[in-house]
């Protein structure tokens, strides 16, 4: 089997370290309106009908912060990486995949409004979410049969 590109070892616990602050700031964010009063950008007016002077770039950090944090920690190599785990890993994407459509369709089918924005926001998340817990589970039971 073809090696796969993976980052180095080091970054899956940079991207673990990374990722507690960003989640927090993110949900802070969501539900609690939390903005960090240094991240106002302000432009100049175009005058266009729909024109947006001032914006909080918070939420963009925490959702940049978030996917980078969990791409470092799913794209990274494990200490001993071999053809089982590579065979895991991309097993793994492919039932992360399969099942954020699937929700993503029933999500179609039974979310309206602006609700469904938020169905929305959330599933950027959702693929690297399934695939970090899924993978993860996959090695522990491994892990525990060769144990």
Request: aromatic fraction near 14%; proline fraction near 3%; hydrophobic fraction near 55%.
């Amino acid at each position: 089997m073809k090696k796969l590109p993976l980052l180095p070892h080091v970054y899956q616990k940079i991207g673990a370290i990374l990722l507690l602050p960003f989640l927090a700031l993110g949900i802070a964010n969501s539900f609690f309106d939390y903005e960090l009063p240094w991240l106002w950008f302000r432009r100049l007016s175009t005058g266009k009908i729909l024109d947006f002077n001032t914006n909080n770039l918070t939420d963009e950090l925490a959702s940049v912060g978030i996917i980078l944090s969990m791409m470092l920690v799913a794209f990274s190599k494990e200490k001993t990486e071999d053809e089982a785990i590579q065979f895991f890993r991309l097993a793994s994407l492919q039932w992360a995949v399969i099942v954020n459509y699937v929700v993503l369709i029933a999500c179609i089918l039974l979310v309206y409004g602006t609700g469904f924005l938020s169905v929305m926001i959330y599933n950027m998340f959702t693929i690297l979410i399934i695939f970090n817990i899924r993978f993860r589970f996959v090695l522990f039971q491994h892990n525990k049969m060769n144990a």
